[in-house]
């Protein structure tokens, strides 16, 4: 298994929803990334975890909220997410712990739509 | 801090024919790698190749060559005999103590 697999593909949710984004890999990685990317823009880094602890927060509002169950589950929960949010949301993960890390895998990414 | 510029927003090329991307960057690490992520409709980025920085030599993955002059700091990508399945938005990006992505470019082939 060579995947990093995200779920929902798509998601539209009304700005007093809650919902959570799924990422899994079954790859032994051992550093999961989440990244928000906009339309025709960068992929900007979320959050990194290396070994299921969080180990980079980029500054993200705290209606995003990551979770790592384990070293194969990446999770991403969200409350209160305003209009601006609306983004494709991307899940990767590497080998090597995120200061050593080589190459990354990435996932389909889960398209987000906030109403 | 590390930047990573792709000067060109857009590109098209004729199928079949050969097209260059380019990267350049900005660093004061002597130790990092380079990639060229290629992004399609589909929406998964996918890793093109990689250039480890202390290699010399030029990485090549079938049709995908890289340039990488060190001193210049530059990564470019040339792709050959150019296929439609190749139009994607085009990703360079850098690791050294941290990871960027480069601004894209948007990769249009011609039937």
């Known amino acids: 298994d060579t995947e990093v697999t995200q779920t929902p593909k798509h998601l539209v949710m009304g700005m007093t929803n809650k919902k959570s984004l799924k990422c899994e890999q079954h790859?032994?990685?051992?550093?999961m990334y989440w990244y928000k990317q906009k339309a025709k823009k960068p992929p900007e880094l979320m959050f990194v975890?290396?070994?299921?602890?969080?180990?980079i927060n980029e500054s993200v509002p705290s209606r995003f909220s990551p979770e790592c169950p384990n070293s194969s589950l990446l999770n991403l929960h969200l409350h209160a997410l305003q209009p601006e949010d609306s983004a494709l949301y991307l899940c990767?993960?590497?080998?090597?712990?995120?200061?050593?890390?080589?190459?990354?895998?990435f996932g389909q990414g889960t398209r987000l739509t906030v109403v | 801090a590390q930047t990573v510029t792709q000067s060109q927003p857009e590109m098209s090329v004729q199928e079949a024919e050969t097209v260059t991307l380019s990267c350049t960057y900005d660093t004061s690490e002597s130790d990092y790698y380079l990639f060229w992520y290629k992004q399609p409709p589909s929406r998964q980025m996918i890793l093109v190749i990689r250039?480890?920085?202390?290699?010399?030599q030029n990485a090549t993955e079938n049709r995908f060559s890289v340039n990488f002059q060190k001193a210049a700091k530059s990564f470019s990508l040339k792709i050959s005999d150019s296929q439609l399945g190749d139009a994607a938005m085009y990703f360079c990006a850098y690791k050294g103590n941290q990871f960027y992505f480069g601004t894209g470019t948007s990769l249009t082939v011609i039937p």
């Open positions: 790859m032994g990685h051992r550093a």
């Open positions: 250039q480890e920085a202390y290699k010399q």
């Open positions: 990767a993960s590497s080998p090597l712990p995120a200061e050593a890390f080589t190459e990354a895998f």
């Open positions: 975890y290396s070994y299921e602890k969080l180990s």
